[in-house]
């Protein structure tokens, strides 16, 4: 029975059914007698969050440009259809072809968060295919996976065959190339890892092995194969005017999380934040230029009929014509009757004017991220931002009629004290004083503060850094929640310490994690990131069956350690990341790049232009 009858009789039993039948408006279909290389591409969650990742229509329509490529998606089914293809046998599958994942020449996981680990073991045992890479054969895919967090792949080095690392455009056209060759040549699948090993970007980790000490750290990588690079050396897209975007993307057939055009605007940031791994990772920053952006979002508007327009980057307010780009944006959204949305803005003057004349009387909720409660603590995470900053936003904000702000700070801090906490407290205090003292301002005001638990992440100058434990979260949120009930006007959110808990072992994990990974989504665990489902205990007894402290991957490290993910370059030096966390103990902030090389490294790599072409 083909794929197609079997789901015909599934899908009036399951919730949603729309997420498995394809078919979209500009999703690609093609003549397979005539292709020789399938992708089918793997989104980890839900249809309505990964058809939300920009990523995925990039990486589509770029694949399926290429004659002999056909790229299809895949993503993982919500709990009631896979109760159901596990009990009629039905296999993961495709959505454009309905073709069985199993059958494909690839299957590639983009990898956006760590809690999405369990789903990707999950959706390879639905496939049928064995979950190590030891296990499989000549008859099964590759499997392989590229993404933010693949730049520490050692977590799931026993399940993946080989990972991309860095932009994704040159490598996939370069692997179909490989690819297409090898197929022809009629080599067994190890010849074809051999070949495509020395693709800039391309991790093999069979290729390499670790080797331990007693106290579990890592004494050498040792090279099982001779041709494999010493190090990784990420992929760097230099100009991104000239690779290619999509003006046709895919439109959902049911509401999704961001069901709107997207156009990327930049690629990289300069702000240089010591906690973050993706301004770290994606650097340097290039930009498109304006012109380039504002034809992509007409076309894009034209073909696909979304009432909404985004522009992407990690910090849009960076962008070095960010003025005339939005002025000229709204104007063609006015005259389309389209809305602009525009996250990540700094909240200075031009920004409120282009709030207010995009919000009108409609004021939704207004966010900053001071991320710390102090100067001092914004200081060691090189967040540039000061408390006047923050207080005259909020005046003019609550003067042009917001009255719901939102404000973001991260907890657990390297250096954090509990003046730290205060220090939120009392930015939260004086933003409702700001609102009091505004003469015929009046109205419900809701101050909303908002703290997620710091992670310690490879690549970053804190992938040293311990994190703190449950039961130190679970004590600064006690002490911030009881110092913010009595402020009126004040709503208090936080994060599952227990999921920041397990991302920590994830995100600085070696490859003696993978087998806890695979334990504990035999266990039952999936959907790691929805609170709902999430089964701590599960996976305490997971790490417990597979022999894993988890202190120590939670715990400080030494800049001699061996690290898991020290074959990975990134573009950077392990020196600029030792002299930034230096540097954060002395509570030194380093200039953005933007306003002279801070001698990150990464100009040695590619040309590393701040002003972009415009």
């Given at each position: 029975m083909t794929v197609n009858h079997q789901l015909d009789k599934l899908l009036m039993k399951i919730e949603k059914p729309a997420r498995y039948i394809g078919g979209e408006l500009n999703s690609v279909n093609k003549d397979l007698d005539n292709i020789s290389t399938r992708f089918a591409f793997a989104f980890p969650d839900t249809y309505e969050i990964g058809m939300s990742y920009v990523g995925l229509q990039i990486i589509y329509h770029l694949l399926n440009k290429i004659e002999y490529v056909f790229c299809e998606r895949v993503f993982a089914p919500a709990l009631d259809m896979e109760k159901l293809m596990r009990e009629t046998g039905l296999p993961l599958f495709t959505?454009?072809?309905?073709?069985?994942?199993?059958?494909?020449?690839?299957?590639?996981?983009?990898?956006?968060?760590?809690?999405?680990?369990?789903?990707?073991?999950?959706?390879?045992?639905?496939?049928?295919?064995?979950?190590?890479?030891?296990?499989?054969?000549?008859?099964?895919?590759?499997?392989?996976?590229?993404?933010?967090?693949?730049?520490?792949?050692?977590?799931?080095?026993?399940?993946?065959?080989?990972?991309?690392?860095?932009?994704g455009e040159d490598v996939l056209v370069e692997l179909s190339k490989a690819h297409k060759e090898w197929k022809e040549s009629g080599e067994i699948k190890e010849e074809f890892l051999k070949k495509i090993v020395n693709i800039k970007g391309i991790y093999v980790p069979k290729f390499y092995e670790p080797v331990y000490k007693e106290d579990g750290s890592i004494l050498e990588i040792k090279k099982v194969y001779d041709k494999a690079p010493d190090t990784i050396e990420k992929q760097i897209v230099d100009d991104l005017n000239n690779v290619d975007y999509p003006e046709s993307t895919i439109v959902p057939l049911i509401e999704v999380v961001h069901d709107r055009a997207v156009v990327e605007i930049f690629r990289g940031c300069t702000r240089g934040c010591r906690f973050c791994q993706a301004g770290m990772i994606y650097r340097p920053v290039r930009e498109r230029s304006k012109n380039k952006i504002k034809a992509i979002a007409e076309k894009q508007l034209q073909t696909t009929g979304h009432d909404e327009l985004s522009i992407l980057s990690l910090s849009t307010s960076d962008y070095s014509k960010i003025e005339p780009l939005v002025t000229e944006l709204m104007g063609m959204c006015r005259n389309n009757d389209v809305s602009l949305s525009l996250p990540s803005l700094r909240l200075d003057s031009f920004s409120f004017k282009v709030l207010e004349e995009i919000q009108g009387y409609k004021k939704s909720g207004l966010t900053f991220a001071p991320e710390a409660g102090t100067q001092r603590l914004r200081n060691v995470i090189n967040k540039s931002i000061t408390d006047e900053n923050i207080y005259s936003s909020v005046e003019q904000a609550i003067e042009l009629g917001w009255n719901n702000i939102k404000l973001y700070f991260m907890i657990g801090l390297p250096t954090e004290t509990e003046e730290d906490l205060d220090g939120i407290v009392d930015i939260a205090k004086n933003i409702i004083e700001i609102k009091k003292n505004l003469k015929g301002k009046s109205g419900r005001f809701n101050v909303t503060i908002s703290v997620s638990n710091f992670v310690p992440k490879a690549h970053t100058p804190f992938q040293w850094?311990?994190?703190?434990?449950?039961?130190?979260?679970?004590?600064?949120?006690?002490?911030?929640?009881?110092?913010?009930?009595?402020?009126?006007?004040?709503?208090?959110?936080?994060?599952?310490?227990?999921?920041?808990?397990?991302?920590?072992?994830?995100?600085?994990?070696?490859?003696?994690?993978?087998?806890?990974?695979?334990?504990?989504?035999?266990?039952?665990?999936?959907?790691?990131?929805?609170?709902?489902?999430?089964?701590?205990?599960?996976?305490?007894?997971?790490?417990?069956?597979?022999?894993?402290?988890?202190?120590?991957?939670?715990?400080?490290?030494?800049?001699?350690?061996?690290?898991?993910?020290?074959?990975?370059?990134?573009?950077?030096?392990?020196e600029f990341l030792i002299s930034e966390n230096e540097k954060a103990k002395s509570e030194v902030q380093t200039r953005d790049c933007r306003k002279g090389c801070v001698g990150c490294g990464i100009n040695q790599k590619t040309t590393c232009s701040q002003e972009g072409t415009l």
């Open positions: 959505l454009e072809s309905k073709s069985k994942i199993k059958d494909m020449d690839f299957l590639a996981f983009t990898l956006q968060y760590e809690l999405s680990f369990t789903n990707i073991v999950n959706m390879i045992d639905l496939a049928q295919i064995p979950v190590k890479s030891i296990e499989r054969d000549e008859s099964h895919p590759f499997i392989c996976a590229g993404g933010p967090c693949a730049f520490n792949p050692e977590p799931l080095a026993d399940i993946v065959d080989f990972f991309m690392i860095g932009d850094v311990a994190q703190n434990t449950i039961e130190e979260f679970n004590y600064k949120h006690n002490y911030l929640r009881e110092r913010l009930r009595v402020i009126k006007g004040v709503t208090f959110n936080y994060h599952n310490n227990k999921t920041s808990h397990l991302e920590a072992i994830f995100a600085r994990g070696d490859r003696r994690v993978s087998k806890s990974i695979i334990q504990a989504a035999k266990l039952g665990c999936k959907f790691d990131g929805w609170t709902e489902h999430f089964k701590y205990d599960l996976w305490m007894k997971a790490f417990e069956d597979t022999g894993i402290d988890i202190n120590f991957y939670t715990s400080e490290k030494n800049y001699k350690d061996i690290l898991p993910w020290d074959l990975i370059d990134a573009g950077f030096t392990k």
